[in-house]
Structure formats: structure tokens, C-alpha cells
């Protein structure tokens, strides 16, 4: 199957400082990307979704200025958190859709982000 | 508004037994897909097994089964032969079928069920 890969697979940062996470799809165009958070023992909560080369679409509740995402190629997402928060701590993750038509998601291995 | 609902926080198995995990959900829509995750200690997500909306045949997967009821809205998953390796959170999700791009086509995931097999 594709490959997305996620980078780094954990980050310690100190609060205040931003840290940018990138999402690769390896062997595929990914047009859409998504970006989910994931406290421990819960479900993945998304966050946006990234288009290429276009804006990102947020969901309700989350800070456009606080996670800024950039996805400026069919095969890489960013997503920087911005002056980070020990509350920013937590496990985030991405997926990309295949091309159209392709119903599987594919996931990267995720990023613990941590802000001390 | 599409919604997955898991109503079992947490599952314990023994190891060789089946067991059955359940997920339903509600939507409007007539094209769609479904999907059981697995997601390990490593929390990498795994697909387990995927069920399109129009298919009146139900998935099946090596050991994994689902179990599909359009009218009800309902999809469980059925692992059997359990081994120590299926312990995990397993995420019951849906998504739109027709393909319009960007975010109506994400994923829309249960709260998850925490699976311990037992040896």
C-alpha cells in the first residue's frame, strides 16, 4: 500500500517556540491531507484538512493562528505549532487520501509532541 | 451530520475466542464507505477491514469479519481465533463516498474500543 510518512516522531520543545511537523506521501499525490490530534485513550479528533495549494479548512474550535498549515506540494503537508503551550503537548497525526476514487486513507506514524 | 458511535469502551478476549466489537452510526447519505482501524502500542493506524455502502456482501479479512446492516446502521466487527497481537484500540469510521474533495471526504472516526486478549 502507499506510504505517508511523518517527521519528526517526537519533539520536545520548550514553551513559547514553534515546531513544524511534515507529512510525506512517499509514492502517491496526496490533494488533500488531514491533521488529527489524539489525547491518550481517545479517538482521533481532526483538526483540519489540508488542500493543495489552496488554504486549509478548520475545524470548529481550532486556531488557524495557532496550528498553521501549509501544503504547498502534492506530496507535503506542515503543520506548525505556534508558540507552543505545555496544553499544545499531545500525539498528532496525519493522513492522505489517495487519488480520486481511492477509498483508503493512509496514516503517517504520528508525532508525540511534548512542551515543556 | 455524519456520526460513529462505539458503545464498548473496552473488550477482553481470550486468546483463540472470538469476539465481536460494535459500531453504528447515522447518515443521510447513501454512498459511503466504512472502515475498522486497529491502532497498536505504537499507535500507528493500521487498516483492518473496509465495507463500501452498496456492497450487500459483508467484508471479510483473513480472521477479521464485519458484519454490515445497511438498514440498521450497523457494522461489527467480528475477530476470531484472537491472538495476542489483535490487542489494541480499535476505531470503528465512515466516509462519504461521492467525491467532492477536500474535507467532505475525512474520515469521521467512534470513540474506540480497547481490546485485551487475554492468554
Known amino acids: 500500500g502507499a506510504v505517508v510518512s511523518q517527521h519528526p516522531s517526537w519533539v520536545i520543545c520548550k514553551s513559547g517556540t514553534s515546531v513544524k511537523i511534515e507529512c510525506r506521501s512517499l509514492?502517491?499525490?496526496?490533494?488533500?491531507m488531514f491533521w488529527y490530534r489524539q489525547f491518550p485513550k481517545q479517538s482521533l479528533m481532526l483538526m483540519a484538512t489540508?488542500?493543495?495549494?489552496?488554504?486549509?479548512?478548520?475545524e470548529q474550535g481550532v486556531e488557524k493562528d495557532k496550528f498553521l498549515i501549509n501544503h504547498a506540494s502534492l506530496t507535503l503537508s506542515t503543520l506548525t505549532v505556534t508558540s507552543a503551550h505545555p496544553e499544545d503537548s499531545s500525539f498528532y497525526i496525519c493522513?492522505?487520501?489517495?487519488?480520486?476514487?481511492?477509498?483508503?486513507?493512509?496514516f503517517g506514524q504520528g508525532t508525540r509532541l511534548t512542551v515543556v | 451530520a455524519q456520526t460513529v458511535t462505539q458503545s464498548q469502551p473496552e473488550m477482553s478476549v481470550q486468546e483463540a475466542e472470538t469476539v465481536t466489537l460494535s459500531c453504528t452510526y447515522d447518515t443521510s447519505e447513501s454512498d459511503y464507505y466504512l472502515f475498522w482501524y486497529k491502532q497498536p502500542p505504537s499507535r500507528q493506524m493500521i487498516l483492518v477491514i473496509r465495507?463500501?455502502?452498496?456492497?450487500?456482501q459483508n467484508a471479510t479479512e483473513n480472521r477479521f469479519s464485519v458484519n454490515f446492516q445497511k438498514a440498521a446502521k450497523s457494522f461489527s466487527l467480528k475477530i476470531s481465533d484472537s491472538q495476542l497481537g489483535d490487542a489494541a484500540m480499535y476505531f470503528c469510521a465512515y466516509r462519504n463516498g461521492r467525491y467532492y474533495g477536500g474535507a467532505t471526504n475525512k474520515l469521521i472516526f467512534g470513540t474506540g474500543t480497547l481490546l485485551a486478549v487475554q492468554p
Open positions: 509514492d502517491f499525490q496526496a490533494t488533500t
Open positions: 489540508s488542500n493543495e495549494g489552496s488554504k486549509a479548512t478548520y
Open positions: 465495507q463500501e455502502a452498496y456492497k450487500q
Open positions: 493522513s492522505a487520501n489517495g487519488l480520486r476514487g481511492n477509498t483508503e486513507a493512509f
